[in-house]
């Protein structure tokens, strides 16, 4: 993997999360909320950092899937062995709410395995990334944007490996804000009868797959729709963190760039032994 396309995922993420916060702050901004054809919202910001990111990413010979982008037909996509998978705010509910819940997600996916996984937290100034056979890693309180001279080894030198060190007695699961199924309900109370006591955790966006990578939770379960591009970035860092995200039932990994985007339901948890 080239350490270009790493920093610039990086670059793309941090401009996106400035473009986002830049309306987030301002009291006087409406957001601009718009409605999608499935009835989820859309907002000025999911526009401004998609355009941030497309900016950046067009730099490279890969092609973009960003959820506000054209979704080319899958005669078109299936050709490309390598693509970045984008969702310019992930967790707009959370951000119309105001509660600092949301992200930026950049991915390049091979092969139909996603490699390279970006993820920042615009609020918390908190930025994940990782990549395939170096590591997986949580920089906290990092300036956008990163100096252009900035290499891939001073960014970890900067950061924490993942998983980070953690002491605890009980077991964690992490689930949706927004989206807890009877099904995922049903799962937290296997859980329970399994592990004694669970810790349920509440939260928005792609930062559930992030606290298992980084070890503050041991599992997420997502018995719910999502799409290719709200689980691309947090799946390869959660591989690189020696996680895995699995279908639910199988011992199958999620797959990208599928002709259908919707992903199936999945469980964030370390990798299993065989």
């Not at 000025?44 to 979704?71: C, W």
């Not at 080319?72 to 951000?95: A, H, N, S």
């Amino acid at each position: 993997m080239e350490q270009k396309y790493v920093m610039a995922a990086i670059d793309a993420a941090l401009k996106a999360g400035e473009n986002i916060l830049s309306i987030y702050d301002d009291p006087a901004s409406d957001f601009e909320i718009e409605r999608k054809a499935d009835n989820s919202p859309l907002t000025i910001a999911d526009r401004k950092a998609h355009e941030a990111i497309v900016a950046i990413l067009n730099d490279t010979p890969f092609p973009v899937l960003s959820e506000e982008g054209k979704h080319l037909d899958y005669e078109v996509r299936r050709k490309w062995d390598t693509l970045w998978i984008v969702d310019p705010l992930d967790g707009t509910k959370e951000f119309i709410k105001r509660n600092g819940e949301f992200t930026v997600n950049i991915a390049l996916v091979q092969n139909s395995v996603p490699v390279l996984g970006v993820i920042y937290v615009p609020v918390k100034r908190v930025l994940y990334f990782a990549v395939e056979g170096i590591g997986a890693y949580k920089c906290s309180g990092i300036v956008a944007p990163v100096g252009k001279g900035t290499t891939l080894q001073q960014m970890i030198k900067e950061s924490e490996l993942m998983p980070l060190e953690d002491v605890r007695d009980h077991f964690i699961v992490v689930a949706s804000r927004s989206h807890l199924s009877p099904e995922t309900e049903t799962y937290i109370a296997d859980l329970k009868k399994k592990h004694g006591s669970v810790e349920l955790i509440s939260s928005g966006s792609s930062i559930k797959i992030c606290l298992v990578a980084e070890g503050s939770a041991d599992v997420y379960p997502r018995f719910a729709p999502t799409m290719e591009w709200d689980t691309a970035a947090g799946h390869a860092i959660a591989r690189a963190a020696g996680m895995e995200v699995y279908q639910a039932g199988k011992d199958e990994p999620l797959r990208y760039n599928k002709e259908d985007l919707l992903n199936p339901w999945f469980i964030v948890e370390p990798k299993r032994k065989h």
